[in-house]
């Protein structure tokens, strides 16, 4: 080979592994609780909130690796710097837990309700009446839903949380806890999962009570520039339509998607 086509080889391998360096995949680590369906469905990387950072950061090029941990742990995670992301992020949570990093703007909302069985004749207006009646709501809930809440919880001494949410559904039905408090898709979830695998009857009416309202989320971030792209990106689907989308696939309407 000539001294000049030596060159310009070595030229060209040097371009081509430069641009390689340069659009190499940069991984991104979200840290998402892990009994979370429909929201997040460890089996598969699957779930609304899973496919809303999927869809919006692999377009730039990145790739997503998942963990999902047990609820309160996500913020240990992120605070150690084992994960670069975490989910279901508000102020009072970042407040709380002294987190340091980037918000993103709001991704999507719950709409939590406390549920009880018809039969029962409940009838709550407000967050104090749930005082005086057995609750089991979902891990960290007394510092993430604000002051209200926080403020009945300390009045309760009935009151308690667990990670697994389909634990409270099946806790509801065996009558071991009056009311139970959660997202409505959540608990629409796990009570068709218990009505196909048979082994609770769940068929009793239940009635549910709005009175919590919205539970704005987003993602907290360790690097600005990723939130930036994030936020961007985030705005793009839901112009295209494609957020919605999202939510169609496992509820079949948009109804509870976050509020812009």
Known sequence: MRPYKIISFCLALYFFLSINE??????????????????VIADGDEGIIVEIFEAAMTPLG???????????????????????VVSDMNENTIETHG????????????ENFAFSLRKNKFNFTQLSDLEHHSLLS????????GDEYAQMVNNNKRYGETYDQSNQVKMLFLER?????????????????????????????VDRFALFGASPNGFLFKSEKIRDEFNTQLKWLKDTGKYKKIFA?????????ATN
């Open 177 to 205: 806890y009056e009311v139970v408090q959660m997202d409505a898709q959540i608990f629409n979830y796990y009570r068709k999962k218990l009505t196909e695998s048979k082994n609770l009857d769940v068929t009793s009416k």
């Open 99 to 110: 987190l340091q990093g980037y918000f993103s703007d709001i991704a999507y909302s719950y």
């Open 138 to 145: 979902w891990q960290d809930a007394a510092v993430h839903l």
């Open 249 to 257: 696939r496992y509820s079949g309407s948009a109804e509870t998607e």
């Open 22 to 39: 340069v659009y190499a995949k940069q991984k991104i680590t979200v840290a998402y609780a892990e009994m979370l369906a429909p929201w």
């Open 62 to 84: 990145y790739e997503i690796e998942h963990v999902y941990l047990p609820y309160a742990r996500r913020t240990k995670a992120f605070e150690s710097g084992l994960v670069d």
